[in-house]
């Protein structure tokens, strides 16, 4: 109770950060987006990590207020960006599967969308597998509207829920994120590299672009850019950084 004073707190103050982790084209080797991750850090108790906090915040309901925040932050920033004559860059937001079914999504993104005027097909909303799994006709009616506003649509940790094949293929997706586990043993693991590269084909069959998570050596990524992988994002590249220091990032390549 005490922590959830706490972050409502920081959330108020705005002590909540997002950090944004470049993700990059395989075959060109440039950055064609960001990953939003958010931090806070608390006076007293310094770092505290997202695993242990968002969890806290689906179960007391923050959620829809840290969300609502990321997405504004997405929208506000990216557009700052794209004011300075930076190059036009796709945003990825992770959305708890709280938000997700809880009815209002697409009115709020398309409310901050019109707000901020950050054009819609630069906005992604990241979705676990395992937040797909509830309400299935429903979570194809809420994709299909935020599809319909022009707003990108990635499933994130893929490979680590229970997703049928049937099922995915009705999914209105643009990018498939392999989870970090397999691309960690990518190298090692013959399994996992065989796992790796069916995804990498399963995603391509269903006409969905497709992103490697975790990629940390260059060997993991030339495995991958032999596997025709679309994206990576990983600490080999940049770890997330925070607005000011991503912005330099991408100066320095343009
Ligand atoms: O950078 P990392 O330690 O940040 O993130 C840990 C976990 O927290 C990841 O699973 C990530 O998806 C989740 N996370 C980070 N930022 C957000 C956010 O803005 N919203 C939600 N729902 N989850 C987030
Ligand atoms: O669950 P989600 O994919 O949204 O969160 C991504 C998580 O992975 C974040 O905690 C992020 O900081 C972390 N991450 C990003 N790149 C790497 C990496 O190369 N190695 C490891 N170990 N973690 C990473
Ligand atoms: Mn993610
Ligand atoms: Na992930």
Redesign the pocket.
Known sequence: LVMEAKLRQALKMNQLECYYQPQIAITTGKIVGAE???RWCDAEQGFI???HF?PMAESCGL?HA??HF?LEQACTQGYAWLVQGLPALKLS????AHQFSKGDLEQQVISILQSTAFPAHLLELEVTESALMHDKERVIRTMQQLRAAGIRLAI?DFGTGYSSLAYLQQLPLDLLKVDRSFIEKITSNDADKQISKAIIELAHTLRFDVLAEGVETAEQLALLKDMACDYYQGYYYSK?LPAEAFRQLLLQQV
């Open positions: 939003l991750l958010i990590p997202p695993d968002i959620i840290i969300g990321v937001v992770n959305v708890s994130d997330p």
